[in-house]
């Protein structure tokens, strides 16, 4: 199984500012990636599919990047409704699997 | 409008069995797979399985093989997931989701379905 592992586990990042979160494949998944971002209460939301295309509706200060093994979801101004969960989906080895998440918090 | 409607939460106790629901609805049903997610209480995402609405195929999770059963009825647009032995540990948060047309990301989610184990 293709293990993903997400850094950090919590973020704490001002509004406005930039934050990066990590995500690394235990193998190669090629460019099979994909961020969710989780609210509380909510269901997932799909942000960034084939490691860096973004999904309908999903505003531009999202990107992602990376292949292979090492994968970057960077958030360039974070607005107040960006403070959410985010898990890295990895869809390229069977089982496919999520990696763990990371909280990005206000600071 | 795509959309994926579950059905309410449940309260069982162990040993019971449970079917829950998923209907989707706005698009070919028979042309995305649907996927089950779990999320356990203030934990993560957890892959379940997809199932091809089309002709019934079915893949599972090693983790969750033979512990669960998906499946589908296309006449009404519809996927589910059930367990015939509840456990404790089968309490959480499942999810259903739509497969892409392009890869193996979800692109449309339901709401959730509780579900709840307890003797």
């Known amino acids: 199984e293709t293990v993903m592992t997400q850094s950090p586990a919590t973020l704490s990042v001002s509004p406005g500012e930039r934050a990066t979160l990590s995500c690394r494949a235990s193998?190669?998944?090629?460019?099979?990636l994909a961020w969710y971002q989780q609210k509380p209460g909510q269901a997932p939301r799909l942000l960034i599919y084939?490691?860096?295309a973004r999904a309908t509706g999903i505003p531009a200060r999202f990107s992602g990047s990376g292949s292979g093994t090492e994968f970057t979801l960077t958030i360039s101004s974070l607005q107040s409704e960006d403070f959410a969960v985010y898990y890295c989906q990895q869809y390229n080895n069977w089982p496919f699997t999520f990696g763990q998440g990371t909280k990005l918090e206000i600071k | 409008e795509v959309q994926l409607v579950q059905s309410g939460a449940e309260v069982k106790k162990p040993g019971e069995s449970l079917k829950i629901s998923c209907k989707g609805s706005?698009?070919?049903?028979?042309?995305?797979?649907i996927g089950w997610v779990r999320q356990m209480p203030g934990k993560g995402l957890e892959w379940m399985g997809i199932?091809?609405?089309?002709?019934?195929?079915?893949r599972y999770s090693p983790s969750f093989q033979g512990h669960v059963t998906i499946s589908a009825d296309k006449s009404i647009t519809t996927a589910s997931l059930q367990w015939s032995s509840l456990k404790a540990s089968d309490t959480a948060m499942y999810y259903c989701?739509?497969?892409?047309?392009?890869?193996?990301?979800?692109?449309?989610w339901g709401q959730g379905t509780l579900v709840t184990v307890s003797s």
């Open positions: 199932i091809n609405p089309g002709d019934s195929d079915t």
């Open positions: 193998q190669s998944v090629s460019s099979n």
């Open positions: 706005g698009y070919s049903f028979t042309s995305y797979w």
């Open positions: 084939g490691a860096s």
């Open positions: 989701a739509r497969l892409s047309a392009v890869a193996g990301e979800f692109d449309y």
